[in-house]
């Protein structure tokens, strides 16, 4: 019994990856013990094409620079929230080192919803000011020493993360989706060479109807991609005569402009390139020659090259 013939290559990816599963599923379901030995490799291809088509939503990187984020934005307000406890202390002293310590945080404002490296800036010029004697000693009387290294080491943790983005390192996260079709499509075709294999060697009912299936499968795709093409042609056809409407009127001048004939040209139906440069091929029927043009700003045809 004949096996068919399927081109994977022309499937698109969730396609490709659904005709394995099938494969897959209709092998198992045989249950042929000279096949079974081929359905795990085939498996782990399914799951690493899997995790390409359907790669993680966050990236690590920015997920972690969020988390880090997130510490040093608390260790800010823990220093805030003791600066407040301060100015509600009946000492004199600690009010005093409050206030101190309230006025150099006032000289940095929005710095939680700055962006990330503003942020980070502000904070170490905010450290900075913080290591003076008086707010060193302000922080002391506040018990807040601890609070203000606990600032320090987030901020620079964080800027640490943030400029190793750009350590100038190729990324090696990014998955090679060419690569896993190509395993896939090895781990489906030694399914399929072995079910010609066995029909040759073991014919059986169960090979034959296993046979018949996956034929049935290719049958089915093929005519998927059959569909598609008519679609796709008539859609081409469509956006053509369009396009042919557009220029038809325009073509008696662009005829007495390049010295053709009246009525020689026609449009060919090629186009090439876009925007600006997008250009149109005609065809002389006098002359058998073949000539480009393309649209002026006003919506006239010009010899294609004949201007900047």
Same mark, same amino acid.
Request: hydrophobic fraction near 40%; glycine fraction near 6%.
């Given at each position: 019994?004949?096996?068919?013939?399927?081109?994977?290559?022309?499937?698109?990816?969730?396609?490709?990856?659904?005709?394995?599963?099938?494969?897959? +599923?209709?092998?198992?379901?045989?249950?042929?013990?000279?096949?079974?030995?081929?359905? @795990?490799?085939?498996?782990? $291809?399914?799951?690493?094409?899997?995790?390409?088509?359907?790669?993680?939503?966050?990236?690590? #990187?920015?997920?972690?620079? *969020?988390?880090?984020?997130?510490?040093?934005?608390?260790?800010?307000?823990?220093?805030?929230?003791?600066?407040?406890?301060?100015?509600? =202390?009946?000492?004199?002293?600690?009010?005093?080192?409050?206030?101190?310590?309230?006025?150099?945080?006032?000289?940095?404002?929005?710095?939680?919803?700055?962006?990330?490296?503003? +942020?980070?800036?502000?904070?170490?010029?905010?450290?900075?000011?913080?290591?003076?004697?008086? !707010? !060193?000693?302000?922080?002391? !009387?506040?018990?807040?020493?601890?609070? $203000?290294?606990?600032?320090?080491?987030?901020? !620079? $943790?964080?800027?640490?993360?943030?400029?190793?983005?750009?350590?100038?390192?190729?990324?090696?996260?990014?998955?090679?989706?060419?690569?896993?079709?190509? #395993?896939?499509?090895?781990?489906?075709?030694?399914?399929?060479?072995?079910?010609?294999?066995?029909?040759?060697?073991?014919?059986?009912?169960?090979?034959?109807?296993?046979?018949?299936?996956?034929?049935?499968?290719?049958?089915?795709?093929?005519?998927?991609?059959?569909?598609?093409?008519?679609?796709?042609? #008539? =859609?081409?056809? *469509?956006?053509?005569?369009?396009?042919?409407?557009?220029?038809? %009127?325009?073509?008696?001048?662009?005829? *007495?402009?390049?010295?053709?004939?009246?009525?020689?040209?026609?449009?060919?139906?090629?186009? @090439?390139?876009?925007?600006?440069?997008?250009?149109?091929?005609?065809?002389?029927?006098?002359?058998?020659?073949?000539?480009?043009?393309?649209?002026?700003?006003?919506?006239?045809?010009? %010899?294609?090259?004949?201007? %900047?």
């Amino acid at each position: 019994m004949k096996v068919k013939e399927m081109n994977l290559s022309r499937l698109r990816n969730m396609e490709h990856y659904q005709f394995a599963i099938h494969v897959l +599923e209709m092998a198992k379901e045989a249950n042929l013990e000279k096949m079974k030995l081929l359905f @795990k490799p085939l498996e782990e $291809a399914i799951r690493h094409e899997d995790e390409a088509l359907n790669p993680p939503r966050i990236d690590p #990187a920015t997920e972690e620079l *969020r988390l880090r984020d997130a510490e040093r934005d608390r260790a800010y307000r823990s220093l805030q929230l003791a600066i407040e406890m301060g100015l509600l =202390a009946e000492e004199s002293a600690t009010k005093e080192a409050a206030k101190k310590l309230r006025e150099i945080l006032s000289r940095y404002p929005g710095v939680l919803t700055a962006d990330y490296d503003s +942020e980070t800036g502000a904070l170490k010029n905010l450290l900075a000011d913080l290591k003076s004697a008086d !707010a !060193a000693s302000a922080l002391t !009387a506040l018990g807040a020493t601890a609070i $203000a290294k606990r600032l320090e080491d987030t901020n !620079a $943790a964080f800027d640490g993360l943030f400029r190793g983005r750009f350590s100038g390192a190729k990324s090696t996260n990014a998955i090679d989706l060419k690569a896993r079709r190509a #395993a896939t499509d090895a781990a489906v075709n030694a399914i399929v060479r072995r079910m010609d294999s066995l029909d040759d060697l073991e014919p059986s009912a169960d090979v034959s109807e296993l046979i018949n299936r996956y034929n049935q499968l290719v049958d089915n795709r093929h005519t998927l991609l059959s569909q598609r093409a008519t679609l796709n042609k #008539a =859609a081409h056809d *469509r956006k053509i005569a369009g396009i042919e409407a557009m220029l038809i %009127p325009l073509i008696p001048a662009f005829e *007495r402009e390049i010295g053709s004939a009246p009525g020689s040209l026609s449009f060919t139906g090629e186009v @090439k390139g876009s925007g600006k440069d997008r250009r149109f091929k005609f065809y002389d029927q006098r002359t058998k020659v073949w000539t480009w043009g393309k649209l002026r700003a006003d919506g006239t045809l010009a %010899p294609w090259g004949a201007e %900047p």
